[in-house]
């Protein structure tokens, strides 16, 4: 095939956004994910907070494309049918050094132009969120802070991608990078592909890609944040999300509420070796109970719906690792951690705009393909509960997952989309089909046949 004007390796949510924003440009642009669908790796396991970059460390990268991110997505979200909630975030002070530390969170928050944030007395804590535990001394109330479907996001960009022109490549792994003809070939599996200029988004292998350009810049070490997902009848326990003061090591435990209904505890904080081991632990599970017990112990008395952990990309660096190499044409977008989803959105703008400075043709399509994603958060009407939508197709009022609500006219309409799921796992981040409490086991039969093809049911 032609040379591309762009290749952007990783299909996460940092890379489809960067990949969309390029086809924005009118590049002609090759986007390559090792998994067989968009995001699989650390973008599917997150907390699922949409960061106003509250707490970021002032004059730091991350702090400058955190919060342009936070501003992007509260203006695209609602328009590509992306689940956020404003729920507002609570920092909890349990002792005096806790206390001690909020004034300085305000003031970094400041500095960062997140203007509204406020100094909150003990007993307004508890108004406000009333089944937490004993001992708090007070709080900051952070109302920007929201909720965000952690899926939707990366299939929006990556299906507004390919609606618009972008040659996506699943199942394409990087092996080995060359230079030819003044451009780059790269071997992707059983694909070879050329292109001007490489932009290297590929989150936990982002140290990997990088060493194949030959830069020794920074060692991804996988970072495991494991979650535990509590059953939706435990949603009216709380209001915010229960936010602890954060160490310069991690943002600490923290309580959510979901755009799904449930309730998340976590995340755990465990620097690996193995960048594929997402497998939960007991000890992590057991350190999550024990945290989540003094801050809201009535949240412990309620059903587990499920446990999963994710790995964060972090390096030995504390700010975002994004470097331009005008004269190799190649962008290293690495070291983004946990707040990739949140700052999507300003990393691909930045990105593009610096690469378009630095010589990249820019030549914008008169012509945009938008997406509408189908919306899968609690807060707005679903197809099961839509009159209209039900008397036009009965599909959708035949509910296929119980737990979850999601219909047969779902399923399909996800079967024919641009990015159409491979699998269960596939299927369930777009329609959230065996997300619930029984984890599947009542309709995996029936949603395994209409992958399969059976399109009679």
């Not at 349990?94 to 969170?105: A, S, T, V, Y």
């Amino acid at each position: 095939m032609d040379p591309f004007d762009a290749v952007v390796v990783g299909g996460g949510v940092v890379g489809t956004a960067i990949a969309r924003e390029l086809v924005k440009a009118g590049a002609r642009t090759a986007l390559l994910e090792a998994c067989d669908d968009v995001g699989k790796g650390t973008s599917r396991a997150n907390t699922a907070l949409l960061h106003s970059s509250y707490d970021a460390k002032p004059g730091t990268l991350e702090a400058k494309l955190l919060h342009r991110g936070f501003k992007l997505m509260q203006q695209y979200g609602p328009s590509a049918g992306i689940p956020i909630e404003k729920t507002g975030g609570l920092l909890v002070a349990w002792n005096e050094e806790q206390m001690e530390q909020l004034p300085h969170i305000r003031e970094r928050a400041n500095q960062n132009n997140v203007l509204d944030t406020e100094i909150v007395s003990r007993a307004e804590v508890y108004r406000r969120e009333s089944h937490l535990g004993e001992g708090v001394l007070g709080g900051l109330l952070v109302p920007e802070e929201s909720i965000i479907c952690p899926f939707t996001p990366t299939l929006a960009y990556a299906t507004e991608f390919v609606r618009n022109g972008g040659s996506l490549f699943l199942n394409s792994p990087v092996e080995d990078i060359s230079m030819v003809n003044g451009g780059y070939r790269l071997q992707a599996g059983d694909k070879t592909i050329e292109g001007e200029w490489i932009i290297n988004a590929a989150g936990l292998e982002s140290d990997t890609i990088d060493h194949m350009a030959e830069f020794e810049r920074f060692t991804v070490t996988p970072r495991r944040g494991e979650l535990i997902v509590f059953d939706k009848f435990a949603r009216n326990l709380l209001s915010h999300i229960i936010l602890p003061v954060p160490t310069a090591y991690t943002k600490g435990v923290l309580i959510s509420p979901t755009v799904f209904g449930n309730v998340l505890l976590g995340p755990t904080a465990e620097d690996l070796e193995d960048k594929t081991d997402t497998a939960s632990s007991r000890d992590g599970m057991e350190g999550l109970l024990e945290k989540g017990r003094k801050v809201m112990p009535a949240l412990l008395k309620e059903e587990v719906t499920a446990v999963y952990a994710g790995l964060r990309a972090a390096t030995e660096h504390s700010d975002y690792q994004i470097h331009m190499e005008k004269d190799k044409k190649y962008v290293c977008v690495g070291g983004i951690r946990s707040t990739g989803l949140s700052a999507s959105l300003g990393i691909a703008e930045y990105v593009v705009m610096k690469m378009i400075q630095e010589g990249f043709p820019e030549k914008p399509s008169t012509e945009w393909h938008p997406a509408r994603m189908p919306y899968i958060g609690e807060a707005e009407l679903r197809p099961y509960n839509d009159p209209a939508k039900i008397s036009a197709n009965p599909d959708y009022g035949r509910i296929v997952c119980h737990c979850e609500k999601v219909t047969l006219g779902e399923i399909r309409d996800s079967l024919v989309s641009d990015i159409p799921p491979r699998n269960l796992d596939g299927l369930k981040r777009r329609t959230r089909s065996s997300f619930g409490r029984c984890q599947g086991f009542f309709c995996i039969a029936e949603l395994q046949s209409l992958l399969d093809g059976d399109h009679t049911r």
